[in-house]
């Protein structure tokens, strides 16, 4: 039986809406399972910035560090844009990353045959599509210095520096390659090598790192020439690695051909306590209206039940519940078609729940 510890970081915009279905969730796994499960909420983002001043207070970070996994809802909103950049909720998500040491981030986008429809490409595009992205989470350019805001003699300038080291690059790489030894055996490593030397490093150091994983296949390809052909023939990938802000931008892509980017979650690993999240962010412009996707949110619990405690049944079963509710026509409005029972975030959760023992 296991006894674990989950912080619970609702955040802002839907992420109050949608949190309770996936606690829901795995509250109703957990007790079927016969194992225990304790949630600790906490303040995080614009909400904890009205509170407290700040987007990361001590307390949430100290929850989650003494938590067993963190389940984060969403963060940001127009409310806080206004605010320096180091007091904006979005800091928290790279506080949270760095602090933790959540290096890897696992983003899978696989079409549920019912939402072929939902989709803006073509059914005989999309069919069939199982991708996971595997994103560097704590180096390049979101973390890299110099960077700032300078004042010029003709105005300012803006800097962001890309960096990677080798280490950085081999532990995300093996996390790629042991991920798709459990898949299709296939990586393809993405990159701007031929215009940037930080890429190139990538490259190479990929390259070397797949010595010991001669029983995957590895290709290169230019992050210009990945995003065409996501769109082109998405299903020629299996696994790809990502630098952070490629990875930021093309799972991005790669969940629209799924149908909406509300049905997908996400994982963030390190060395132990890891964070799942859906990758849709905060959608102020339909919070507090019942209407917000709660499925990659309940997705996440599944991926944290598997990963982070290693129930597999228990996330199974919260998947295959995804599935009949999906295959009885319920949507939200973000997946409706003809013919499906459009329904709010909460009815969505009730059915389920109802469908978790099957």
């Known amino acids: 039986m296991a006894n674990k510890t989950i912080a619970v970081l609702a955040g802002d915009g839907v992420g109050p809406e949608i949190m309770p279905v996936a606690v829901a969730a795995l509250e109703a796994v957990a007790r079927h399972g016969g194992h225990a499960l304790t949630f600790r909420p906490a303040v995080v983002g614009g909400r904890a910035i009205d509170e407290t001043g700040r987007p990361l207070p001590d307390e949430t970070l100290r929850a989650a560090r003494t938590s067993d996994a963190v389940l984060l809802g969403a963060v940001g909103g127009p409310k806080w844009e206004g605010l320096a950049y180091e007091q904006r909720p979005e800091r928290a998500l790279l506080g949270l990353r760095e602090q933790l040491g959540l290096f890897a981030n696992l983003r899978p986008a696989k079409l549920h045959s019912e939402l072929a429809g939902a989709s803006t490409l073509k059914q005989e595009v999309i069919e069939n599509i199982d991708i996971l992205v595997v994103r560097e989470l704590t180096g390049g350019i979101y973390f890299g210095t110099p960077r700032g805001v300078e004042a010029t003699p003709t105005g300012r300038r803006g800097i962001n520096t890309e960096v990677y080291t080798t280490e950085e690059i081999t532990r995300i790489a093996r996390v790629a390659f042991d991920a798709a030894r459990a898949r299709r055996r296939r990586v393809t490593s993405v990159d701007k090598a031929n215009v940037l030397e930080s890429s190139e490093l990538w490259r190479q150091v990929v390259t070397e790192t797949h010595a010991a994983y001669r029983d995957v296949e590895l290709r290169h390809m230019y992050v210009d ?134």
């Open 225 to 358: 020439n990945c995003a065409m052909q996501l769109i082109r023939n998405p299903r020629q990938f299996d696994v790809l690695l990502t630098t952070n802000l490629f990875g930021d931008i093309l799972s991005d892509a790669a969940a629209m051909l799924t149908g909406s980017i509300g049905m997908l979650p996400s994982a963030s690993l390190g060395a132990s306590t890891g964070m799942f999240e859906p990758i849709h962010g905060s959608a102020p412009d339909i919070a507090g209206q019942d209407c917000a996707n709660p499925v990659g949110m309940v997705a996440s619990g599944a991926m944290l039940l598997r990963h982070a405690f290693g129930l597999e049944d228990e996330a199974a079963r919260i998947e295959r519940a995804i599935q009949r509710v999906l295959a009885l026509g319920y949507r939200t409005r973000d997946i409706a078609s003809p013919g499906t029972r459009v329904v709010g975030t909460r009815e969505l959760g009730d059915r389920l729940l109802e469908h978790l023992d099957g």
